[in-house]
């Protein structure tokens, strides 16, 4: 049962989701808020901020795309996307913008409630208490800080907990799917395993700056990634 001070934004033009979702979510001790439409979100983000948001893509106004961009461009709060089965490549970039999970309409309000549980217990981990130090490289998962080369580089909470993760154990090979255990802590029978893959790549942009030479999560190919320390 999530604590009451848990509150949820649901963004989605239509009224029976909206409505089915935020009873359930209700039920499930969250405290949750809804909007119809972009601009209408954005003014909620501001005056009531949340804990976590659940956002369609296909909203009018500020479509879902352009707010997730926004939000992400000022702070890390957890989003999950809502998109329609055939919404493939807006899915990808939804994930690439920083979204941290994605529920695929239909869904069943029971999945949604878990994903948002998930999200919302890996967004504030327990950290491990000592700075990870590779070779120009510093993980600090206590001030969740990524430094390479004296430069502080911005991650998302679930780029840092992968990175962290896989840096924890250097040369361990991890399949997508227990990668999606561990770090989303959900099941790949929910989630897609090439989520594990769009956060990988942006971790690499990130972190190489520029050069392949810096590479820090290798591919085993048709077994998972790897942290070369």
Same mark, same amino acid.
């Given at each position: 049962?999530?604590?009451?001070?848990?509150?949820?934004? @649901?963004?989605?033009?239509?009224?029976?989701?909206?409505?089915?979702? #935020?009873?359930?979510?209700?039920?499930?001790?969250?405290?949750?808020?809804? #909007?119809?439409?972009?601009?209408?979100?954005?003014d909620?983000?501001e005056? !009531?901020?949340?804990?976590?948001?659940?956002?369609?893509?296909?909203? &009018?106004?500020?479509d879902?795309?352009e707010?997730?961009?926004? %939000?992400?461009?000022?702070?890390?709060l957890?989003?999950?996307?809502?998109?329609?089965?055939?919404?493939?490549s807006? /899915?990808?970039?939804g994930?690439?913008?920083? #979204?941290?999970?994605? @529920?695929?309409?239909?869904?069943?309000? /029971?999945e949604?409630?878990?994903?948002?549980?998930?999200?919302?217990? /890996?967004?504030?981990?327990? &950290?491990?208490?000592?700075?990870?130090? +590779?070779?120009?490289?510093?993980?600090?998962?206590?001030?969740?800080?990524?430094? %390479?080369?004296?430069?502080?580089?911005?991650?998302?909470? /679930?780029?840092?907990?992968?990175?962290?993760?896989?840096?924890?154990?250097?040369r361990?090979?991890?399949?997508?799917a227990?990668?999606?255990?561990?770090?989303?802590?959900?099941?790949?029978?929910?989630?897609?395993?090439?989520?594990?893959? %769009?956060?990988?790549?942006?971790?690499?942009?990130?972190?190489?700056?520029?050069?392949?030479a !810096?590479? !820090?999560?290798?591919? %085993? +190919?048709?077994?998972?990634?790897? +942290?070369?320390?």
């Amino acid at each position: 049962m999530a604590s009451p001070a848990a509150r949820v934004l @649901v963004v989605d033009d239509e009224p029976m989701i909206r409505e089915v979702v #935020a009873k359930y979510l209700e039920r499930e001790g969250f405290e949750v808020d809804t #909007a119809a439409d972009g601009r209408k979100a954005a003014d909620l983000l501001e005056a !009531r901020p949340p804990d976590l948001m659940v956002l369609d893509l296909m909203i &009018p106004g500020i479509d879902g795309l352009e707010l997730l961009a926004s %939000v992400r461009r000022r702070s890390d709060l957890p989003i999950i996307l809502l998109t329609a089965k055939g919404e493939e490549s807006d /899915r990808v970039l939804g994930l690439e913008l920083g #979204a941290d999970d994605y @529920v695929a309409k239909p869904f069943s309000p /029971r999945e949604l409630a878990a994903r948002v549980r998930s999200v919302l217990r /890996r967004s504030t981990p327990r &950290p491990i208490e000592s700075p990870m130090t +590779f070779d120009g490289l510093l993980i600090d998962p206590v001030a969740r800080e990524v430094i %390479v080369d004296g430069q502080v580089i911005e991650l998302t909470a /679930r780029e840092f907990d992968l990175l962290a993760f896989l840096a924890s154990s250097p040369r361990q090979v991890f399949s997508r799917a227990q990668l999606l255990q561990q770090v989303w802590d959900s099941s790949p029978h929910w989630q897609d395993p090439s989520t594990v893959t %769009v956060h990988v790549g942006r971790i690499r942009q990130k972190i190489e700056l520029g050069d392949e030479a !810096r590479r !820090r999560i290798e591919t %085993v +190919f048709g077994v998972g990634y790897r +942290f070369e320390p």
